[in-house]
């Protein structure tokens, strides 16, 4: 638990990145779980996704933006995605961080800044998911997300849940009176034990029942996970209650079990991965790291043998 403390404190630390870029052990394990750099490399990967026959989720790496030039750049990017995306004929939506978009420049930039990127992806049938980030920010992306949510369709934009955050079953029960489309997730930020849970079983049986009420809403939402406990419970639940395997879909993410992503896409599950590129891949990296230990172990090995 410390050490995924501090990885995360790391992860914040964005003058690490340089050294992390510069550290061959390091840039060869972000290739497991990262595209690319540039937007090519993203879309080679989808297609290659897509050819085992999975859907896929665009994200631009980039978060805590300070300015506004910045949140530009950002908007222009997921712009041109979404025309590739179309160009390209492939089966892709994408996922947004409100502070890649200007949240803690001031939160009407970034409600603007979504707000044309929704636009578009509605324009052209496509959809947009809003991660969830740290709790300090989870109040204001769900605010943004039902102004945008007034004004587009169920459709068009869906948002992000943690089942580590004790008021996630009433944001789910909110939420679903829209309606909305959920991605649930278990949380990858470093939470105090005033907001979050800090034992993961708990977050594992908040995750189950967080799951259940949503596929009991019979809207079309996203079951994030690589833990087979929480897939086990959710298939068991799906089928005790009747529903279709298009109900709702599984989502992983890029390079981490994808044994299991094949296999539930083999048993003719909806399975999108979450295909992260860009230049900033440090944080979202050490959050991966965070994630288990293994991975740690693989960095200091390579970094012992020189
Ligand atoms: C599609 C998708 C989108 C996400 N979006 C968000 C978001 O918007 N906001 C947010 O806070 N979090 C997000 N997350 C991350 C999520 O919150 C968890 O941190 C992450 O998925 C690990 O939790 P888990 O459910 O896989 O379960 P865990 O109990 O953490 O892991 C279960 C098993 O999965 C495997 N595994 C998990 N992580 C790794 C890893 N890094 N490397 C190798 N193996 C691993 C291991 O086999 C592990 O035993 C997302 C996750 C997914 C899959």
């Not at 049986?205 to 809403?217: A, F, H, I, P």
């Amino acid at each position: 638990m410390l050490t995924r403390s501090a990885l995360i404190y790391l992860s914040r630390q964005e003058g690490l990145k340089e050294f992390a870029a510069k550290f061959a052990p390091f840039r060869k394990l972000t290739t497991r779980f990262i595209a690319g750099e540039n937007v090519e490399q993203a879309v080679k990967a989808i297609r290659e996704i897509n050819g085992r026959g999975c859907t896929a989720t665009f994200d631009h790496l980039n978060e805590s933006v300070n300015s506004a030039a910045e949140t530009e750049t950002e908007v222009r990017e997921y712009l041109d995605v979404l025309a590739r995306i179309d160009e390209m004929g492939i089966d892709s939506n994408v996922s947004i961080k409100l502070t890649q978009f200007g949240l803690e420049i001031e939160p009407e930039l970034a409600y603007r800044n979504a707000r044309r990127i929704v636009e578009e992806a509605t324009r052209r049938g496509n959809f947009v998911r809003i991660d969830m980030e740290g709790s300090k920010v989870t109040q204001v992306t769900i605010d943004i997300f039902r102004r945008l949510r007034d004004e587009f369709g169920l459709n068009d934009v869906g948002i992000v849940l943690q089942s580590y955050l004790y008021r996630t079953l009433d944001d789910a029960r909110e939420l679903l009176n829209l309606p909305a489309r959920i991605r649930l997730c278990k949380g990858a930020y470093d939470e105090p034990a005033e907001v979050a849970y800090p034992e993961k079983r708990d977050v594992d049986e908040n995750y189950v029942r967080v799951m259940q009420l949503l596929l009991s809403s019979g809207v079309y939402h996203g079951i994030a996970t690589h833990d087979p406990k929480m897939i086990d419970a959710t298939i068991d639940f799906a089928q005790r209650e009747g529903l279709s395997k298009e109900a709702f879909e599984f989502q992983m993410l890029y390079g981490i079990r994808r044994d299991l992503q094949e296999q539930l896409a083999r048993d003719g599950y909806g399975m999108r991965i979450y295909v992260p590129y860009g230049k900033h891949w440090y944080p979202y990296f050490m959050r991966r790291l965070a994630e288990r230990p293994a991975n740690i172990w693989f960095v200091l090995k390579n970094f012992l043998k020189g």
